[in-house]
């Protein structure tokens, strides 16, 4: 049980970092764009949604440690943290 939830959280940090970085190069390259630096956490938002959906007809899927379930929790998870950097840093950016 401990090394499922270190997986989730791993893969979750993992998908967060890479969101929140690119988010932060599409600030930079398109800085007078409205809503475009919030579309790598809202593919992980819709990724997470599918993958906790998939669940119910994918029983026993594993990967890396995390199945189905444990992958759309940790998208979502991402998905959060990356919406919560991404708009705090375009504000700063457009301030």
């Known amino acids: 049980m401990v090394d499922i939830v ?3 959280i791993t893969i979750s ?3 967060g970092a890479l969101a929140i970085i690119l988010g932060f190069l ?3 390259l398109f800085q007078h764009a409205t ?3 919030y ?18 007809a994918l029983e ?14 940790a998208a ?10 991404t708009t705090v840093t375009d ?4 301030a």
Not at 76 to 85: D, E, G, N, P, T
């Open 91 to 94: 504000v700063y950016a457009r």
């Open 76 to 85: 979502l998870f991402a998905s959060l943290l990356s919406f919560f950097v």
């Open 60 to 73: 026993g899927i594993e990967i890396l440690g995390a199945g189905l379930g444990g992958w759309g929790i």
């Open 6 to 8: 270190q997986s989730v």
């Open 39 to 56: 579309f790598p956490s809202l593919v992980l938002f819709g990724s997470g949604i599918v993958f906790i959906l998939s669940t119910m």
């Open 26 to 28: 599409l600030i930079k």
């Open 35 to 37: 809503y475009l630096f």
């Open 13 to 15: 940090a993992v998908l």
